[in-house]
């Protein structure tokens, strides 16, 4: 497989992974700030830093929604907005068109197009529901049609790298802002602690799971020791760092790769989130943020542009 | 709305030839089935179909890209829903005439670039092949497989308001379109399913597999898995689609010049995820000048240094192989005929265009004194660009364009304007003639096959006969329908 190929399939994926996650994160956010009184300061803006929009000039005040919205869903200037993600996803797609299965590309041909056609109506609340759950679908079945009809070969397991880092880094994201903005006012927020917390098991479609799994009264150390080291549900950093080691032991060359991975793994299982405070756990999400910039280098220089 | 069914007796295609309608009414034997078919149908059934094939054209993203205002758009391909049917018996001919024609040009690259028999024998003059563009020196001496310089050719054919089919040129270097054959056969199946079970179409989608044995028989290595790869220029050329989708079809890995490097030994790799892999055939889709920046121009970076060095070490093969382009020369089109008869010792199946070459000073005037009657071209360019229509330009536009001729003659030659043949196509409701011409691909390796029929090309405008999708052309799906009264020419490929 060409390095340059395998780099797209790597960043098709992320793409399309982010547009999910960003899609999935919106709709829970608009969700949970109907249930929020004002006072509680949790507004548009923090949701904005979680997809990582930078220093972009944000509004203030009634028009804050709106132009939020605008700037995450539709502004094709701002990189990160569900939009533009999707255009880079196709066109990562449609440059490796030739070994992606027909009916994928033809998947993320239509989402595109789906998403230019009615992602601004998405800004209004009315229809915005509908239209990002149909983004997550689509995306979903883009990646279960990938499952069921692409070999397992290295261009697949590229994908996979693809999308378990991409969701690995999603969820450290998302993480930091619940600790920022939870762990830190506690008092103000008790009333609502039960709310915020189960809108970010919401924002990685973990709700669910975490009931099943964790049969107790919502806590905070539960959710976050749940988002951090889970070993079952797909989405736990442990569990996409987990998936990526499996991915690379498949992969030429993978062996220096696969050895880090099993060592983050092993990091991250052992950490004990309940006696960790605000500092120590924004630390340790730093940490991993680091350790997965730093895995997208170390696969640049041993498959996407080796020197040799 | 009143629905009115189409009435064949109002269809007017004037002093045309019309490939489905013979006179008012009549429809020609291969087109029966057809014609009956739409006639069954309303306008608004007629145009849901149509908005049917653009839905689906847009879904399964067939796209072409124009450069235009500055910057690359990708756009959808335009598509007439209205068939263009041709007599298998008609075809077979038409199909024998092309493989006859590319074998004879192949003898003759082979010949001009090692012993120039032809020129010594004084039939093609040794100043056409000085002075062309085309002539690559590098290449002189070089032995390509098969001695097979020109492997996919596409060969555009018109038909004259007579019926006679003439060939118009020989795309030898990097011919394009065949992958929009192949999609424009798919969506006709989804659109008029109903007409593939009734009537007996020629299938055309072996041709991957026809285009993948034909290369792999290229390779210069033994071993039964030549690696094959096909080199693309970049996504931002207008046939990027066309060659993920032969890349695709063929399962093989689609290049850029940057994934290509050649080693101290002369043979070439890909950077791959394992490190290197040595290559085998190369199907390249760029140019023969941008091929080595170390043999050719110097600022390419589209192609691959040492290339050339590796491809007359025999050490690669190149389809089509650099050079090939001489023969693609207008000039020398219009030496065809004496080179079939030279080489093959036969007449042409397929009558040339009459060509006035503008070197000759007798011709020159000519020309120049009836630029009205005539289209001119220049001899190197393809895609539409840099001629002149004669019959469509303005005064004005002739008289610019005169002194460009007279200053370059060589540069130049003149055909009569053809009267093109013309297919039904949907405007607004309605179906009224336009202008079609075909263009079909012919492979050759250690065998050679023609596809079944081609790339019907189609001038949207009235009275048009520009078909470049450039320049606001649209397509059709092409069918060859089996007229045999027998059946015997429904199992048969083309010529082959």
């Given at each position: 497989?060409?390095?340059?190929?395998?780099?797209?399939?790597?960043?098709?994926a992320?793409y399309l992974e982010r547009a999910e996650d960003s899609a999935r994160l919106i709709d829970v956010q608009s969700q949970?700030?109907?249930?929020?009184?004002?006072?509680?300061?949790?507004?548009?803006?923090?949701i904005?830093?979680?997809v990582?929009?930078?220093?972009?000039?944000?509004?203030?005040?009634?028009?804050?929604?709106?132009?939020?919205?605008?700037?995450l869903l539709?502004?094709?200037?701002?990189?990160?907005s569900i939009s533009?993600t999707i255009?880079?996803a196709?066109?990562?797609?449609?440059?490796?068109?030739?070994?992606?299965?027909?009916?994928?590309?033809?998947c993320v041909?239509e989402l595109h197009?789906f998403a230019?056609?009615q992602l601004?109506w998405a800004?209004?609340?009315?229809r915005r529901h509908e239209i990002l759950s149909e983004i997550v679908a689509r995306v979903q079945g883009v990646r279960g049609l990938l499952?069921?009809?692409?070999?397992?070969?290295?261009?697949?397991?590229?994908?996979?790298?693809?999308t378990?880092?991409e969701r690995?880094?999603m969820c450290?994201?998302i993480?930091?802002?619940?600790?920022?903005?939870?762990?830190?006012?506690?008092?103000?927020?008790?009333?609502?602690?039960?709310?915020?917390?189960?809108s970010?098991l919401k924002s990685v479609s973990g709700y669910q799971?975490?009931?099943?799994?964790?049969?107790?009264?919502?806590?905070?150390?539960?959710?976050?020791?749940?988002?951090?080291?889970?070993?079952?549900?797909p989405r736990?950093?442990?569990?996409?760092?987990?998936?990526?080691?499996?991915?690379?032991?498949?992969?030429?060359?993978?062996?220096?790769?696969?050895?880090?991975?099993?060592?983050?793994?092993?990091?991250?299982?052992?950490?004990?989130?309940?006696?960790?405070?605000?500092?120590?756990?924004?630390?340790?999400?730093?940490?991993?943020?680091?350790?997965?910039?730093?895995?997208?280098?170390?696969?640049?220089?041993?498959?996407?542009?080796?020197?040799? | 709305?009143?629905?009115?069914?189409?009435?064949?007796?109002?269809?007017?295609?004037?002093?045309?030839?019309?490939?489905?309608?013979?006179?008012?009414?009549?429809?020609?034997?291969?087109?029966?089935?057809?014609?009956?078919?739409?006639?069954?149908?309303?306008?608004?059934?007629?145009?849901?179909?149509?908005?049917?094939?653009?839905?689906?054209?847009?879904?399964?993203?067939?796209?072409?890209?124009?450069?235009?205002?500055?910057?690359?758009?990708?756009?959808?391909?335009?598509?007439?829903?209205?068939?263009?049917?041709?007599?298998?018996?008609?075809?077979?001919?038409?199909?024998?005439?092309?493989?006859?024609?590319?074998?004879?040009?192949?003898?003759?690259?082979?010949?001009?670039?090692?012993?120039?028999?032809?020129?010594?024998?004084?039939?093609?003059?040794?100043?056409?092949?000085?002075?062309?563009?085309?002539?690559?020196?590098?290449?002189?001496?070089?032995?390509?497989?098969?001695?097979?310089?020109?492997?996919?050719?596409?060969?555009?054919?018109?038909?004259?308001?007579?019926?006679?089919?003439?060939?118009?040129?020989?795309?030898?270097?990097?011919?394009?379109?065949?992958?929009?054959?192949?999609?424009?056969?798919?969506?006709?199946?989804?659109?008029?399913?109903?007409?593939?079970?009734?009537?007996?179409?020629?299938?055309?989608?072996?041709?991957?597999?026809?285009?993948?044995?034909?290369?792999?028989?290229?390779?210069?290595?033994?071993?039964?898995?030549?690696?094959?790869?096909?080199?693309?220029?970049?996504?931002?050329?207008?046939?990027?689609?066309?060659?993920?989708?032969?890349?695709?079809?063929?399962?093989?890995?689609?290049?850029?010049?940057?994934?290509?490097?050649?080693?101290?030994?002369?043979?070439?790799?890909?950077?791959?995820?394992?490190?290197?892999?040595?290559?085998?055939?190369?199907?390249?889709?760029?140019?023969?000048?941008?091929?080595?920046?170390?043999?050719?121009?110097?600022?390419?970076?589209?192609?691959?240094?040492?290339?050339?060095?590796?491809?007359?070490?025999?050490?690669?093969?190149?389809?089509?192989?650099?050079?090939?382009?001489?023969?693609?020369?207008?000039?020398?089109?219009?030496?065809?005929?004496?080179?079939?008869?030279?080489?093959?010792?036969?007449?042409?199946?397929?009558?040339?265009?009459?060509?006035?070459?503008?070197?000759?000073?007798?011709?020159?005037?000519?020309?120049?004194?009836?630029?009205?009657?005539?289209?001119?071209?220049?001899?190197?360019?393809?895609?539409?660009?840099?001629?002149?229509?004669?019959?469509?330009?303005?005064?004005?536009?002739?008289?610019?364009?005169?002194?460009?001729?007279?200053?370059?003659?060589?540069?130049?030659?003149?055909?009569?304007?053809?009267?093109?043949?013309?297919?039904?196509?949907?405007?607004?409701?309605?179906?009224?003639?336009?202008?079609?011409?075909?263009?079909?691909?012919?492979?050759?390796?250690?065998?050679?096959?023609?596809?079944?029929?081609?790339?019907?090309?189609?001038?949207?405008?009235?009275?048009?006969?520009?078909?470049?999708?450039?320049?606001?052309?649209?397509?059709?799906?092409?069918?060859?329908?089996?007229?045999?009264?027998?059946?015997?020419?429904?199992?048969?490929?083309?010529?082959?």
């Amino acid at each position: 497989m060409l390095s340059r190929v395998a780099e797209r399939v790597y960043w098709a994926a992320r793409y399309l992974e982010r547009a999910e996650d960003s899609a999935r994160l919106i709709d829970v956010q608009s969700q949970l700030l109907l249930d929020l009184p004002a006072s509680t300061g949790i507004a548009w803006p923090h949701i904005v830093g979680i997809v990582g929009v930078g220093d972009a000039k944000l509004t203030r005040g009634r028009a804050a929604e709106r132009d939020t919205l605008k700037l995450l869903l539709t502004d094709d200037r701002c990189a990160s907005s569900i939009s533009a993600t999707i255009a880079m996803a196709r066109e990562n797609f449609r440059t490796t068109r030739d070994i992606v299965p027909t009916e994928a590309w033809q998947c993320v041909n239509e989402l595109h197009i789906f998403a230019r056609s009615q992602l601004r109506w998405a800004v209004g609340k009315r229809r915005r529901h509908e239209i990002l759950s149909e983004i997550v679908a689509r995306v979903q079945g883009v990646r279960g049609l990938l499952a069921d009809t692409m070999s397992h070969g290295p261009a697949y397991q590229f994908f996979c790298v693809g999308t378990n880092l991409e969701r690995a880094d999603m969820c450290t994201r998302i993480i930091d802002v619940a600790v920022a903005s939870l762990l830190q006012d506690p008092e103000r927020l008790e009333r609502f602690e039960n709310t915020l917390w189960m809108s970010t098991l919401k924002s990685v479609s973990g709700y669910q799971m975490y009931r099943q799994y964790v049969r107790r009264r919502m806590r905070g150390a539960d959710v976050l020791a749940f988002l951090f080291q889970d070993a079952d549900f797909p989405r736990s950093i442990r569990h996409c760092l987990w998936q990526i080691e499996q991915c690379m032991a498949r992969l030429p060359n993978g062996a220096a790769l696969t050895k880090r991975l099993d060592t983050l793994v092993q990091t991250v299982t052992e950490l004990t989130v309940g006696e960790l405070d605000n500092a120590a756990l924004h630390a340790e999400v730093d940490r991993f943020q680091v350790a997965l910039a730093d895995l997208n280098q170390q696969m640049s220089d041993t498959w996407f542009s080796p020197q040799n | 709305m009143l629905a009115v069914k189409i009435d064949w007796k109002q269809y007017d295609p004037g002093s045309s030839y019309d490939e489905l309608i013979s006179v008012a009414g009549q429809s020609r034997t291969a087109a029966a089935a057809l014609t009956r078919y739409l006639a069954s149908l309303s306008p608004k059934m007629l145009d849901s179909r149509q908005d049917a094939a653009e839905r689906a054209i847009a879904e399964m993203g067939i796209t072409f890209t124009v450069y235009s205002e500055g910057r690359n758009i990708d756009r959808a391909w335009p598509f007439d829903i209205i068939p263009r049917t041709i007599a298998a018996a008609e075809w077979d001919r038409i199909a024998a005439g092309l493989t006859q024609r590319l074998t004879a040009l192949n003898l003759f690259i082979d010949d001009l670039y090692n012993d120039q028999r032809i020129i010594r024998d004084s039939i093609v003059p040794e100043e056409i092949i000085a002075t062309s563009r085309n002539f690559l020196k590098p290449c002189i001496g070089a032995r390509p497989a098969h001695a097979v310089w020109a492997n996919i050719c596409g060969t555009d054919l018109v038909r004259d308001a007579d019926g006679t089919v003439y060939v118009l040129e020989d795309n030898l270097r990097v011919p394009s379109g065949v992958s929009y054959m192949l999609e424009n056969r798919i969506i006709t199946k989804r659109v008029f399913p109903e007409l593939f079970k009734d009537s007996s179409i020629r299938s055309v989608d072996d041709y991957a597999s026809e285009l993948l044995e034909m290369l792999s028989s290229l390779t210069p290595r033994t071993g039964d898995r030549p690696e094959v790869v096909v080199l693309t220029p970049g996504i931002y050329n207008s046939a990027y689609f066309e060659h993920a989708y032969l890349a695709q079809r063929m399962g093989v890995e689609l290049v850029e010049g940057g994934d290509l490097v050649v080693a101290d030994d002369d043979c070439v790799y890909m950077r791959s995820i394992s490190g290197l892999e040595r290559v085998d055939v190369i199907y390249r889709r760029i140019n023969d000048t941008a091929l080595d920046r170390e043999c050719f121009e110097p600022d390419s970076v589209l192609g691959v240094p040492g290339i050339m060095r590796a491809w007359r070490a025999g050490n690669v093969s190149l389809a089509n192989a650099p050079g090939s382009g001489v023969a693609d020369d207008k000039v020398v089109y219009a030496y065809v005929p004496q080179i079939i008869r030279y080489y093959l010792d036969q007449d042409a199946i397929l009558p040339n265009v009459p060509t006035h070459l503008c070197a000759d000073p007798k011709n020159l005037e000519y020309v120049l004194a009836n630029l009205e009657k005539l289209v001119v071209k220049p001899a190197n360019e393809s895609g539409g660009y840099g001629m002149l229509v004669g019959s469509h330009a303005t005064r004005k536009e002739r008289e610019e364009f005169a002194p460009l001729v007279a200053a370059n003659p060589r540069n130049y030659i003149a055909q009569p304007v053809l009267n093109l043949s013309t297919v039904p196509t949907l405007v607004e409701g309605r179906l009224e003639p336009r202008h079609v011409d075909l263009r079909p691909f012919i492979l050759q390796g250690a065998a050679t096959s023609v596809t079944a029929g081609g790339l019907t090309r189609v001038a949207l405008r009235r009275g048009s006969l520009v078909v470049n999708s450039s320049q606001g052309g649209g397509s059709k799906d092409t069918w060859i329908v089996d007229t045999y009264p027998d059946g015997r020419g429904h199992a048969r490929r083309g010529a082959a």
